[in-house]
Nanobody, 127 residues
Framework: QVQLVESGGGLVQAGDSLRLSCAAS????????MGWFRQAPGKEREFVAG????????YYADSVKGRFTISRDNAKNTMYLRMNSLKPEDTAVYYC????????????????????WGQGTQVTVSS
């Protein structure tokens, strides 16, 4: 079992920055890959960024590449998403997720590949 808790969301203006955190507990944090997803009202949940177990491999959706940075601190059992140059279209509920079955460098992008999910944190970007 893995428990995930997101934090760090909020209301910001376009161009601002935010850092989301995802605190994990349960299974050994350094043994699985992690990802960030988001879901806007009326839209499907979409992949944002992923990171493998060691942090040595990352992958980003084209829409956030160059603006967002995913990282993890295995000593603190925490994953982060640094979001810079935020745009109104980044407005969504952001979820962190754990992919227990992944051990290599490849990052899964489909929600169904992830086994555990946090409750989400709202990010709202005003224009």
């Amino acid at each position: 079992q893995v428990q995930l808790v997101e934090s760090g969301g909020g209301l910001v203006q376009a161009g601002d920055s935010l850092r989301l955190s995802c605190a994990a507990s349960g299974r050994t944090f350094s043994s699985y890959a992690m990802g960030w997803f988001r879901q806007a009202p009326g839209k499907e949940r979409e992949f944002v960024a992923g990171i493998n177990w060691s942090g040595g491999s990352t992958y980003y959706a084209d829409s956030v590449k160059g603006r967002f940075t995913i990282s993890r601190d295995n000593a603190k059992n925490t994953m982060y998403l640094r979001m810079n140059s935020l745009k109104p279209e980044d407005t969504a509920v952001y979820y962190c997720a754990a992919n227990i079955g992944s051990f290599g460098p490849y990052i899964q992008t489909m929600p169904r590949s992830y086994d555990y999910w946090g409750q989400g944190t709202q990010v709202t970007v005003s224009s």
